[in-house]
């Protein structure tokens, strides 16, 4: 996995500012609660399965030489709070490919990390302060 460190910026009302690296995005929610100038954090979190999947999909195929023209994936929460990703698999693959391929998405590092118990370590940490002007 990546040893970035990502950094989350407070903006205006619940708007966020994520720094990766030398990329910024904007997490935020939708209004009335948010300003809606950025994907949910949830979003955010799915849009990394997805990036992953797609990722790993096309990187098998790719090195196993498989006629994969273009790989699709859809994520969401249903109603009861469950991921469900669609995988949508292009090209003149055997079944036995797809099937594979199938296999080879849900081995990704973000789904790995999804679907096992993770241990979340919150470190509070003390910011310094700027003087006080004399």
Same mark, same amino acid.
């Given at each position: 996995?990546?040893?970035?460190?990502?950094?989350?910026?407070?903006?205006?009302?619940?708007?966020?500012?994520?720094?990766?690296?030398?990329?910024?995005?904007?997490?935020?929610?939708? *209004?009335?609660?948010g300003?809606?100038?950025?994907?949910?954090?949830?979003?955010?979190?799915?849009?990394?399965?997805?990036?992953?999947?797609?990722?790993?999909?096309?990187a098998?195929?790719?090195?196993?030489?498989?006629?994969?023209?273009?790989?699709?994936?859809?994520?969401?929460?249903?109603?009861?709070?469950?991921?469900?990703?669609n995988?949508?698999?292009?090209?003149?693959?055997?079944?036995?490919?797809?099937?594979?391929?199938?296999?080879?998405?849900?081995?990704?590092?973000?789904?790995?990390? #999804?679907?096992?118990?993770?241990?979340?370590?919150?470190?509070?940490?003390?910011?310094? *302060?700027?003087?006080? #002007?004399?």
């Open positions: 996995m990546n040893t970035r460190i990502v950094t989350v910026a407070e903006g205006k009302q619940l708007a966020r500012s994520v720094a990766i690296g030398t990329h910024r995005l904007t997490a935020d929610e939708p *209004e009335p609660v300003t809606d100038t950025g994907p949910t954090p949830g979003e955010l979190l799915l849009a990394a399965l997805g990036a992953c999947t797609s990722m790993a999909v096309r098998y195929a790719q090195r196993h030489e498989w006629p994969l023209d273009r790989v699709d994936v859809a994520v969401r929460f249903d109603a009861q709070g469950q991921v469900v990703k995988i949508g698999l292009v090209g003149e693959l055997t079944p036995a490919q797809r099937d594979h391929l199938l296999v080879v998405a849900g081995r990704c590092p973000v789904h790995r990390l #999804l679907t096992k118990d993770v241990t979340i370590i919150t470190v509070p940490t003390l910011l310094a *302060e700027p003087a006080p #002007l004399p």
